[in-house]
């Protein structure tokens, strides 16, 4: 099974901590130059010295702010001068909690901006590279609340549905070029973001963060949150030339939680 990424260039949002580092890292991993994107610098050289460079891959990081498009832009074509991106892997922080009826309307804008506008700006830059390397990746980080929305997370629900309606779309049109088009949906994993929600959470029910934490696993078959790495490795296989057949689907990793086929 061919899952090398050898001589392929690989573009990862949100890549300085959880799951997006644990995917740049793994790509890198498997042969990859990585371009690392996220909001700190401190954080992004910190990720740069972590990526494998020993099939001889040149690694490098954009400062950027996707609440920014146009700067995150400038500074992607600058960088689409240099070289083509053969895996665009979309994965930026997810909207605040909070009940779908109190949301206000720039806090949809605000979500659809940072995934699904970026995510399309990003692919549009991207796919003439991938057409002439006859080669092309994009796999976006999601959630599984498109296949059961999750309780709390009303702006969220309906954004990443909207970017899985966007990449269904768009697998359907690049497919004739051999560009697939998936989203990865992580189920609870052990990252900073399920950490703050479990918190967040148990404080409004006013109970001890560690039942509510246990109350969270229990909800999963396996009986254990995942961690970053796992997804990682879903991401990784989607991005490879193994998985050149399968497009336009959505990758649960999230332990048999879902009751969804």
Same mark, same amino acid.
């Given at each position: 099974?061919?899952?090398?990424?050898?001589?392929?260039? *690989?573009?990862? &949002?949100?890549?300085?901590?959880? #799951?997006?580092?644990? $995917?740049?890292?793994?790509?890198?991993? =498997? !042969?990859?130059?990585?371009?690392?994107?996220?909001?700190?610098?401190?954080?992004?050289?910190?990720?740069?010295?972590?990526?494998?460079?020993?099939?001889?891959?040149?690694?490098?990081?954009?400062?950027?702010?996707?609440?920014?498009?146009?700067?995150?832009?400038?500074?992607?074509?600058?960088?689409?001068?240099?070289?083509?991106?053969?895996?665009?892997?979309?994965?930026?922080?997810?909207?605040?909690?909070?009940?779908?009826?109190?949301?206000?309307?720039?806090?949809?804008?605000?979500?659809?901006?940072?995934?699904?506008?970026?995510?399309?700006?990003?692919?549009?830059?991207?796919?003439?590279?991938?057409?002439? *390397?006859?080669? &092309?990746?994009?796999?976006?980080? #999601?959630?599984?609340? $498109?296949?059961?929305?999750?309780?709390? =997370? !009303?702006?969220?629900?309906?954004?990443?549905?909207?970017?899985?309606?966007?990449?269904?779309?768009?697998?359907?049109?690049?497919?004739?070029?051999?560009?697939?088009?998936?989203?990865?949906?992580?189920?609870?994993?052990?990252?900073?973001?399920?950490?703050?929600?479990?918190?967040?959470?148990?404080?409004?029910?006013?109970?001890?963060?560690?039942?509510?934490?246990?109350?969270?696993?229990?909800?999963?078959?396996?009986?254990?949150?995942?961690?970053?790495?796992?997804?990682?490795?879903?991401?990784?296989?989607?991005?490879?030339?193994?998985?050149?057949?399968?497009?336009?689907?959505?990758?649960?990793?999230?332990?048999?939680?879902?009751?969804?086929?």
């Amino acid at each position: 099974m061919d899952i090398s990424l050898s001589n392929k260039n *690989a573009f990862v &949002g949100g890549s300085s901590a959880g #799951i997006g580092q644990a $995917v740049a890292i793994e790509l890198a991993a =498997l !042969g990859a130059n990585v371009t690392l994107v996220a909001r700190t610098e401190s954080a992004l050289q910190q990720t740069l010295q972590r990526l494998d460079v020993s099939q001889g891959q040149q690694h490098s990081y954009l400062v950027a702010d996707f609440s920014d498009s146009q700067h995150l832009l400038k500074q992607v074509w600058a960088l689409l001068e240099k070289q083509p991106i053969h895996i665009l892997i979309n994965n930026t922080g997810g909207p605040p909690g909070g009940p779908i009826l109190n949301a206000r309307p720039e806090e949809f804008l605000k979500a659809y901006h940072n995934h699904l506008l970026c995510n399309h700006l990003l692919a549009q830059a991207m796919l003439p590279g991938m057409q002439a *390397a006859g080669y &092309g990746r994009i796999i976006n980080i #999601i959630s599984t609340s $498109v296949k059961e929305p999750i309780e709390n =997370l !009303g702006v969220s629900n309906t954004t990443r549905w909207a970017v899985a309606a966007w990449a269904k779309t768009l697998a359907g049109e690049v497919g004739q070029w051999g560009i697939t088009v998936n989203n990865v949906l992580p189920g609870f994993t052990r990252t900073g973001r399920l950490y703050d929600l479990i918190e967040k959470r148990a404080t409004a029910a006013g109970v001890p963060v560690a039942a509510l934490e246990e109350e969270f696993r229990r909800q999963v078959p396996l009986g254990r949150f995942a961690e970053p790495e796992e997804v990682a490795a879903a991401v990784a296989f989607l991005a490879s030339p193994a998985a050149a057949y399968i497009n336009g689907i959505n990758l649960p990793v999230d332990g048999g939680r879902t009751k969804s086929l």
